[in-house]
């Protein structure tokens, strides 16, 4: 079955004229959902019967003149993201059965405006992978190709949107779990400012990178859905308490005199030749629209992702100790003492990658090894972030590849974690540094999806919004849709 | 970098993890590639250099009134418990 409507902005506008009800497109978006679901694992799960609820009360909220913008429009729930009274899972086993008691602050606000949630999507567990292949759900795949992963590790967030499932989704991006999957099944992502939304119940992994944002079609619908997103919480103690401005209204400024800024060590190995002919392609576009070119360079880059195998497995064996057997989640059979209650419950909970990062950080805070690993990353770390402060200097934006090369094989790189870690090479600069980030469609490489990534000055959202949606007037790429869920 | 298989398994002790006899050698191999790959941090030149310790340049973790500002969820909360009673958490005898 078709889609009542291919964008957020499109559904908006044929809820607000009456030509069709949130009930009738939430019916439609439910039904492909459940027939796509043995194909894609994109959902852990459904919410159908909250979801006829939601969508009959906005029909009712629009009859009594209470609409906003987005009233009625069905989405998905990464479920990273506290529900209440809904299973939160995470992705693993740990939290199969925990049913939250309260909505996450962004879950909240998205609520407020009316969306309509139609289930919680799959994804690597407690956020740690970049292929989503360690869900204790299973797999998701690409909807392009299912042999194909499709990027992690809001993979069924990027799945759902690319195949039409859900009209958007919610995401989170701790070293690039937006703009990958984005990336890789030819769908736009955003990653805002570190601090732009609310982190209260969204599931910890690393607390200094954990950003939540979206995974849409357009540009344009993450600029209708990021508002009631954000804004300051005092739930969330870095949360930024700065205005949010209204994002679609400057969707349409012109780009002429918009210089941006090509990151030369973005260029220098590992990518991919038909993804860098793509991402030079979509360079000229916007030359075409007025923007100015120039090579910069952030000398610190190439060591992101080390660093970041320091810092983040260190803030999630800190968060993970929350999972002891005792309060909620997972708790193992006829504990012998407490010690065995701890140790066999995470034991059995947990997944293979996440002991991986969890021993990985137990060791960086470990007496003897602090200052060796954790704290020289923290001075790397700045050093990163200086080269952007720099680059910045010279620049309005910084665009290049989002992933180094296009969607791989499932199972091609679960065995080596370095090669599956080096996924987000690209990525994991900008959650190091706290830089909003996007990745766009801009191409296929092998009928596979090619992502370029835009990285931006700390709260420049709206400049980078507005730079994608005028690329996206320019080129079609992000209204392709798998010929199976077309 | 290389990790012994006692490392691995004070490392799992320090983690409260129980590992399977099949998973200590893949934690070992795997463990001592990512300390491999992380060594690469040793070439940076961080003299002077002030560790980062906000995302966000010239902000600090803001503070908040000490005042009580949640209700009661405890009803709530344990709803999700594996094992309570009367209110309280159970756990394995803790003094014998």
């Known amino acids: 079955m078709s889609t009542p409507a291919p964008t957020v902005a499109a559904l908006a506008a044929g809820l607000a004229k009456g030509e069709f009800s949130s009930l009738e497109i939430t019916r439609a978006y439910l039904e492909r959902c459940a027939a796509a679901q043995p194909a894609l694992n994109a959902f852990v799960t459904m919410t159908n019967e909250s979801a006829l609820a939601a969508a009959a009360a906005a029909d009712a909220a629009r009859a009594a003149g209470r609409a906003a913008a987005i009233t009625g429009v069905p989405i998905g729930h990464k479920d990273i993201f506290c529900t209440e009274g809904v299973r939160t899972t995470c992705g693993s086993k740990m939290l199969s059965n925990f049913v939250s008691p309260y909505d996450a602050t962004i879950v909240a606000g998205l609520k407020s405006a009316g969306t309509v949630m139609l289930g919680k999507l799959n994804m690597d567990e407690f956020a740690m992978g970049s292929s989503n292949e360690t869900s204790y759900f299973g797999a998701v795949r690409n909807p392009w190709n299912t042999a194909m992963v499709p990027g992690g590790s809001s993979g069924g967030s990027a799945a759902a949107v690319a195949a039409r499932l859900v009209p958007a989704a919610t995401a989170t991006d701790t070293g690039g779990s937006i703009r990958q999957p984005a990336a890789l099944c030819g769908v736009t992502g955003i990653k805002p400012t570190y601090g732009r939304c609310s982190r209260y119940g969204m599931i910890a992994f690393a607390s200094s990178l954990d950003q939540a944002g979206l995974i849409t079609v357009s540009a344009e619908d993450a600029a209708l859905l990021l508002g009631p997103m954000s804004g300051f919480d005092p739930r969330d103690s870095t949360s930024v308490d700065s205005p949010v401005p209204d994002y679609t209204r400057t969707l349409n400024d012109s780009l002429e005199g918009l210089t941006l800024g090509i990151v030369k060590e973005f260029f220098d190995k590992g990518l991919d030749s038909g993804c860098e002919q793509r991402i030079r392609d979509a360079i000229k576009v916007y030359e075409k629209l007025g923007a100015k070119v120039r090579e910069v360079s952030c000398p610190n880059l190439p060591l992101s992702v080390p660093t970041y195998y320091v810092v983040a497995p260190a803030e999630c064996s800190s968060n993970l100790a929350r999972f002891d057997g005792v309060r909620f989640g997972h708790r193992c059979d006829s504990p012998k003492n407490l010690t065995d209650l701890y140790c066999r419950s995470r034991g059995e909970g947990f997944g293979a990658e996440v002991k991986r990062r969890i021993m990985t950080g137990t060791y960086v805070l470990s007496a003897g090894y602090y200052d060796a690993y954790y704290l020289k990353a923290q001075r790397v770390r700045q050093l990163i972030s200086a080269d952007f402060a720099r680059a910045f200097g010279e620049c309005d934006m910084l665009v290049g590849p989002t992933s180094p090369t296009p969607a791989f094989r499932i199972g091609a790189k679960s065995d080596d974690p370095i090669t599956m870690y080096l996924n987000d090479i690209y990525t994991i600069g900008a959650n190091l540094a706290g830089l909003p980030a996007m990745s766009i469609p801009c191409g296929f490489v092998d009928e596979l999806p090619v992502g370029l990534q835009i990285i931006g000055p700390h709260f420049s959202e709206a400049r980078m919004l507005n730079a994608a949606h005028r690329y996206q007037q320019e080129t079609d790429w992000h209204l392709r849709v798998p010929a199976a869920f077309a | ?96």
């Open chain 2, 1 to 96: 970098m290389s990790l012994t298989r006692a490392d691995i398994e004070n490392i799992a002790r320090l983690a409260r993890l129980e590992l399977t006899e099949a998973e200590i050698p893949v934690y070992v191999d795997s463990l001592s590639r990512i300390f491999a790959f992380v060594g690469e941090l040793d070439r940076a030149p961080t003299a002077g250099i002030v560790p980062m310790a906000h995302p966000l340049p010239g902000l600090a973790q803001r503070l908040r009134a000490d005042e009580v500002t949640e209700t009661d969820c405890r009803e709530d909360f344990q709803r999700n418990a594996p094992k309570v009673e009367a209110g309280l958490y159970l756990v394995p005898k803790v003094i014998e």
